[in-house]
T-cell receptor, first 113, second 114 residues
Framework: DQQVKQNSPSLSVQEGRISILNCDYT??????FLWYKKYPAEGPTFLIS?????DKNEDGRFTVFLNKSAKHLSLHIVPSQPGDSAVYFC????????????FGKGTLLTVNP | DAGITQSPRHKVTETGTPVTLRCHQT?????MYWYRQDPGHGLRLIHY???????DKGEVSDGYSVSRSKTEDFLLTLESATSSQTSVYFC?????????????FGPGTRLLVL
């Protein structure tokens, strides 16, 4: 039973355009969501997070949107840069397991020059 | 930089041999975690620790044990390695601010079991 789903294994965008990465979850008890970026041969790097009491959080070129009624969150990257090419993981905390992150399977983003 | 190191970074071993992976942190974080990453599965929690000598199982704990005798070290042991344990292993620590927790990951250990 996959509680955090990233249904797009890959996404390709042009440099300068917007990248939108999507994530759906099934556990309504999740109350904190995070996005991680991972380059090959490196550990995941924390990117941005959002609490369930908010619907938007912005940090520079990165914005995360949360739609609780739809159990959906998205990460927007504007403008996209070639250095953003990486695997992006969505993760969630809560539901009685406050110390455990539940990860999606990841989306490979490729930003073409 | 969360001050997390993992050793070894790469290891090749044979089926049936014991293997221990080490995670070391320098910032006195209480919570530490071991994950494995496999194609098509994302990251899955193996075991975690919420203090010295306090550990608990994650979703894929079979075949693994852990120990934490000091705050800074969290060891993952494969008692008898199997080919299905070929994976990339990541250690993480967590930083809590109120009710919000962010986990920071080490560089990973690539393990190949032949």
């Amino acid at each position: 039973d996959q509680q955090v789903k990233q249904n797009s294994p890959s996404l390709s965008v042009q440099e300068g355009r917007i990248s939108i990465l999507n994530c759906d979850y099934t556990n309504s008890m999740f109350d904190y969501f995070l996005w991680y970026k991972k380059y090959p041969a490196e550990g995941p790097t924390f990117l941005i997070s959002i609490s369930s009491i908010k619907d938007k959080n912005e940090d520079g070129r990165f914005t995360v949107f949360l739609n609780k009624s739809a159990k959906h969150l998205s990460l927007h990257i504007v403008p996209s840069q070639p250095g953003d090419s990486a695997v992006y993981f969505c993760a969630a905390i809560g539901g009685g397991s406050n110390y455990k992150l539940t990860f999606g399977k990841g989306t490979l983003l490729t930003v073409n020059p | 930089d969360a001050g997390i190191t993992q050793s070894p970074r790469h290891k090749v071993t044979e089926t049936g041999t014991p293997v221990t992976l080490r995670c070391h942190q320098t910032e006195n974080h209480r919570y530490m975690y071991w994950y494995r990453q496999d194609p098509g599965h994302g990251l899955r929690l193996i075991h975690y620790s919420y203090g010295v000598k306090d550990t608990d199982k994650g979703e894929v704990s079979d075949g693994y044990s852990v120990s934490r005798s000091k705050t800074e070290d969290f060891l993952l042991t494969l008692e008898s390695a199997t080919s299905s344990q070929t994976s990339v292993y990541f250690c993480a620590i967590s930083d809590r601010v109120g009710s919000q927790e962010t986990q920071y990951f080490g560089p990973g250990t690539r393990l190949l079991v032949l």
